[in-house]
């Protein structure tokens, strides 16, 4: 990989990073939905993420036969900020086999008999893989905070519901974070942060456009009235749960062509980091591959 790539590539994850415990206010400027980088123009866009996702493809091949490092991909977002569409373009150059996309829904009566981090426990990928969470368990402290009728109706002991309940979570999701990589899963946090405005664009084009009409839902136009808490929820969550280990990105969203870049060059940071490498023959192995030459140049 040429340097001059590995530094664009960390020029872009690097502002985007949460620092443990920084106070975060997600109508900043600092952190503005419609933010692009000054050495990135749209026009190069779609060259910069066609390299990206031959970075990614050769990364993967290596996390798989290195078959030491996991890597947990986690796209947390406002409805139409672009989660699917991030997936599709930014992976579409890894081998299928490599990678697995898990989509959280609302939990199920068996899910809803075991802990809020069970159903995610069933589904981190093995070591060689690239696992991607579209929402996960961070939806404990975002949906289930701002519907506090959801933690109400949750099968725990009644003192588990008690005020310190999201300071708990933060806890036990930290901790949790912490054993999974001590544990060779790295974890990739990527918020795509979309401004109000541009989400009531996109849900007025699914409406409009019939070829998007499936994906139009008046249940999320609807939760646009809580639109602040979420804000809120979200900028406790970053606070709260962007460590050393597994940091959160705040994406820029309102533009699809620099989000998707962005989060390409998060993952792939990431990536550079742990730097996986195809495994060296041991010297037995390699006597037994040229005689295994041998006699297949031999005809046998």
């Given at each position: ?282 010297a037995a192995a390699k006597t037994e591959m040229e005689q295994a030459k041998a006699e297949l140049l031999a005809g046998g």
């Open positions: 990989m040429a340097d001059s790539t590995a530094e664009r590539i960390r020029r872009l994850a690097k502002p985007m990073r949460v620092a443990p415990g920084e106070k975060v206010n997600l109508s900043s400027k600092q952190w503005d939905p419609g933010a692009t980088a000054e050495f990135l123009q749209k026009g190069d866009a779609d060259e910069a993420l066609a390299e990206g996702v031959a970075l990614m493809a050769e990364y993967q091949a290596r996390l798989a036969a290195q078959d030491t490092w996991s890597v947990l991909v986690i796209l947390q977002a406002m409805d139409a900020a672009g989660k699917d569409g991030t997936i599709s373009h930014v992976m579409s150059g890894v081998n299928p086999q490599g990678v697995e996309v898990t989509s959280f829904k609302v939990p199920s009566a068996l899910e809803q008999d075991h802990d809020y981090l069970w159903r995610a426990a069933l589904r981190l990928p093995a070591r060689g893989m690239i696992g991607i969470f579209n929402r996960s368990y961070y939806e404990e402290l975002l949906v289930v905070r701002v519907h506090p009728e959801i933690l109400a109706g949750e099968r725990m002991p009644p003192a588990s519901k008690g005020p310190d309940v999201w300071k708990r979570r933060f806890r036990e999701i930290n901790d949790w974070e912490r054993y999974l990589t001590d544990n060779g899963t790295k974890i990739v946090k990527l918020f795509l942060h979309v401004s109000k405005d541009e989400q009531r664009k996109r849900f007025l084009d699914r409406i409009e456009e019939p070829e998007s009409n499936w994906k139009f839902s008046a249940a999320d136009a609807r939760e646009r009235k809580y639109w602040d808490d979420y804000q809120n929820a979200y900028a406790d969550l970053l606070e709260n749960t962007s460590t050393e280990r597994a940091p959160w990105h705040v994406i820029p969203a309102d533009h699809k062509w620099f989000m998707r870049v962005a989060a390409s060059s998060v993952i792939l940071d990431a990536l550079m980091d742990i730097n996986p490498q195809y495994p060296v023959p041991s």
